[in-house]
């Protein structure tokens, strides 16, 4: 793997992750209480012996960069690296980042200085395991211009990717992004030609791109050159190189999931507290997935009832209700509250005891969850301030809604509070 580079690209705005893409970039985004989307890939990466890895970015950078700063350093003797190029202007181009192959069109010049074989180009914003040694000696075995990695789905799922249909050699033929009616219906593959059971072929007879790719590295180079206006890998870059370079699969069949709304972010979220056996797990001692070491004490919880739930670090919980709910780095939450289906993310920093004292004493909202405020489907960003007896219910059932001026948003059904939003005492939303 030391003649592979790593390219993870970093996404654009974030629009369907708004407002949690409001002041950070969506890579930045917190994840399963202490961790951030970033580390997953990255610590694919590592786990797959890859240490040299680039982070294309353009929105909301700052906290991305610190976060990589503190977390990922390599010993200098082996010279690996995790790196931030953000978007710039230059005489040249003076555009931003237009899409996925865009961005790595403009960096071209940086990536093609590397004495490498291979360049491994994964998405910021995926949870999931694998390792990239096997994918890429698929790759190398097939003697591939392009590897994509593929993922067997069923047909409501499939209209959501990027679709292929590939020969018996695993050549792919024909790539079609997000299609509907007739033409997701032509789409079908046998997917028994990949090893997967009948029954699970039949659930799932459709292969869908996961938007991760190998390029051997004069075919990138060239690819980009060649088509100079393409702007995307999925929907431009990859159907074109299918028609007459040597594009492969590689079928991977364990837990992945597009985080790229609310929604899916929210699920997700939640699911890591399913029992007995989540669908992902951060407890794989061969496979760790590595996030930045913030030397926390141990939580403190007095007199809680908590199930099926994920307790981060460093919380301070009294006589509370927490179910089925994930609970991030430096939570605090008061007597008789309840936290149900919550993801709640906790804090960047410990409020002084004095400075609570002081906020109460002025009808002020410190940081956690005040004393008997119920929160219900919901996700509270980081150092939001909730007021005592307040219901976070969704009550009418909005599905969506912009309320940032008294700080929060409804997605899909999910309330979904601000960083730094303070919420009033006894307010119901």
Known sequence: MKRVLAIILGGGAGTRLYPLTKRRAKPAV?????YRLIDIPVSNCINSELTSIYVLTQFNSASLNRHIARTYTFPSLTGGFVEVLAAQQTPENPNWFQGTADAVRQYLWLLSDWDVDQYLILSGDHLYRMDYRQFVQRHIDTNADITLSVLPVDEQAAQGFGLIKVKESGQVVDFTEKPKG??????AVDTTRFG??????QRKPYMASMGIYVFNRQVLVDVLKEMPDATDFGKEIIPAAARHRNVQTYLFDGYWEDIGTIESFYDANLALTRQPQPPFSFYDENAPIYTRPRYLPPSKLLSCNITESIISEGCILKEC???HSVLGVRSRVESGCVIDHALIM???FYQPLSERNVSYDQNKVPIGIGANSIIRRAIVDKNACIG??????NKDRVEESN?????????SGIVVVLKNAVIPDNTVI
């Open 30 to 34: 917190p994840l399963a209480g202490k």
């Open 321 to 323: 209700q927490v179910h």
């Open 403 to 411: 309320r940032e001026e008294v700080g929060f948003y409804i997605r």
């Open 388 to 393: 005592r007896n307040v219901k976070i219910i």
């Open 196 to 201: 997967l059971s009948p029954d699970v072929a």
């Open 182 to 187: 007739d033409v997701l219906k032509s789409m």
């Open 346 to 348: 906790g804090s960047d």
